[in-house]
């Protein structure tokens, strides 16, 4: 199977599965191999993330230090897509599920780009419909990733929901840690 047509599989089973089709765990590859190569979907995701960072930047002052912002905000980005499932490593054998590690990281991981399609639709909404405010219509949005990754976990892994609601918070903190190291970092106000 090509890079492609993995690619592009993943994506419709990452759909089936938003849909609440479990069936969408069958269109994707669990081999070691593709465990890696669903590191890919970091790619796919990138540009959006970029461009969401520069937006962020609209409201800054003059003084604010725009490359160094956006160099630490890349370093952290790279640092979520591999510091979660380093986590994993360790918290699925603890809950008798390291034979299922490899599904869910590679499930998890192409989930992320129909994750940013939902955030931009969000944003899109938002500046279609001011008058409703964008908070609203991403605070929707991170409230349904939220329980797909909760449903993703419940899948691949086989866990209770409160096991997989856990393991889904355990992400949000720790993504939401890097972002603030790295916020301040480039601020240059860590401590």
Same mark, same amino acid.
């Given at each position: 199977?090509?890079?492609s047509t993995e690619t592009l599989r993943a994506l419709y089973g990452t759909w089936r599965i938003a849909r609440g089709d479990?069936?969408?765990?069958? *269109?994707?590859?669990?081999?070691?191999?593709? *465990?890696?190569? %669903?590191?890919?979907?970091?790619? =796919?995701? &990138?540009?959006?993330?970029?461009? +969401?960072?520069?937006?962020? #930047?609209?409201? @800054?002052?003059?003084?604010?230090?725009?490359?160094?912002?956006? $160099?630490?905000?890349t370093v952290a980005y790279v640092m979520k897509w591999f510091a979660f499932p380093m986590l994993m490593l360790h918290v699925?054998?603890? =809950?008798?599920?390291?034979?299922? /590690?490899?599904? &869910?990281?590679? @499930? /998890?991981?192409? %989930?992320?780009?129909?994750?940013?399609?939902?955030? $931009? $639709?969000? +944003?899109?909404?938002?500046?279609?419909?001011?008058?409703?405010?964008?908070?609203?219509?991403?605070?929707?949005?991170?409230i349904a990733m939220l329980i797909y990754g909760v449903y993703i976990a419940k899948l691949t892994l086989a866990v209770p929901?409160?096991?997989? %609601?856990? =393991?889904?918070?355990?992400?949000? #903190? !720790? %993504? !939401?840690? =890097?972002?603030?190291?790295?916020?301040? #970092?480039?601020?240059?106000? $860590? *401590?």
């Amino acid at each position: 199977m090509t890079m492609s047509t993995e690619t592009l599989r993943a994506l419709y089973g990452t759909w089936r599965i938003a849909r609440g089709d479990a069936k969408g765990l069958a *269109f994707f590859d669990y081999s070691i191999e593709a *465990f890696w190569r %669903s590191f890919f979907a970091a790619v =796919i995701v &990138f540009p959006a993330f970029a461009l +969401l960072r520069w937006h962020d #930047l609209d409201t @800054v002052p003059d003084e604010f230090p725009v490359g160094r912002y956006m $160099l630490v905000e890349t370093v952290a980005y790279v640092m979520k897509w591999f510091a979660f499932p380093m986590l994993m490593l360790h918290v699925a054998p603890m =809950i008798g599920r390291a034979n299922r /590690y490899i599904a &869910f990281i590679t @499930v /998890y991981n192409w %989930s992320s780009v129909l994750q940013m399609g939902v955030y $931009l $639709l969000a +944003l899109l909404l938002g500046a279609a419909f001011p008058m409703l405010g964008v908070g609203g219509f991403v605070l929707i949005a991170v409230i349904a990733m939220l329980i797909y990754g909760v449903y993703i976990a419940k899948l691949t892994l086989a866990v209770p929901i409160a096991t997989a %609601s856990a =393991i889904v918070a355990a992400d949000f #903190l !720790l %993504s !939401l840690t =890097i972002t603030t190291i790295g916020i301040r #970092l480039a601020l240059g106000q $860590l *401590f």
